[in-house]
């Protein structure tokens, strides 16, 4: 089974990719892609065509994402949130299937410690799928936890 993980942002969106089978994972891509935050349109299409990209190279079952749990800031909430948007009508156009998960699950699920650091999830994560070198930058280190944590959670429903 092949997941992608994704940490949604409003100009970074990290992304991971993992293989999940017999219990065992394999890390099969990561990184970010990356909006100006100037021109909301034009990040629009341009997220959408990178994610489109990446869901046709590696075909995955089922995508994780992190659910939007708190913002202080009103702001900062809502252009998330418009992205998050982009991010799922394009999982929806590609029949993805959509697990979300808040940043307590993701924690819990990587480290089964719910209030872990960055630090300590990165170097779960990196045990998890024998990566030797840190995860950088942070958003796809995170979305390599988002996916893990959604080969650990994924049922599919029976047919």
């Known amino acids: 089974m092949r997941i992608i993980g994704i940490d949604p942002g409003s100009t970074i969106i990290g992304y991971g ?7 065992k994972f394999t890390c099969l891509d990561y990184g970010t892609i990356t909006n100006t935050g ?35 800031n009103q702001k900062t909430a809502l252009t998330v949130s418009e992205m998050r948007g982009v991010l799922f009508l394009t999982l929806a156009k590609a029949k993805i ?5 808040t940043p307590l699950e993701i924690k819990q699920g990587v ?3 719910g209030r872990a650091n960055k630090v300590q999830v990165e170097k779960m994560v990196r045990i998890i799928l024998n990566i030797v070198t840190p995860i ?3 958003d ?18 029976i047919k």
Do not use: M, W
């Not at 299937?97 to 998960?101: A, C, S």
């Not at 796809?140 to 429903?157: S, V």
């Open 17 to 23: 990719l993992v293989e999940y089978n017999n219990s």
């Open 38 to 72: 100037k021109d909301k349109s034009h990040d629009y299409r341009s997220t959408e065509k990178r994610l489109a990209q990446i869901l046709e190279k590696y075909n995955p079952d089922v995508a994780a994402i992190e659910r939007l749990f708190f913002f202080s």
């Open 97 to 101: 299937p959509i697990l979300e998960f």
């Open 111 to 113: 480290t089964s410690y």
């Open 136 to 138: 950088k930058p942070d």
């Open 140 to 157: 796809a280190a995170d979305a390599l936890a988002i996916a893990i944590c959604g080969a650990n959670n994924y049922t599919p429903l």
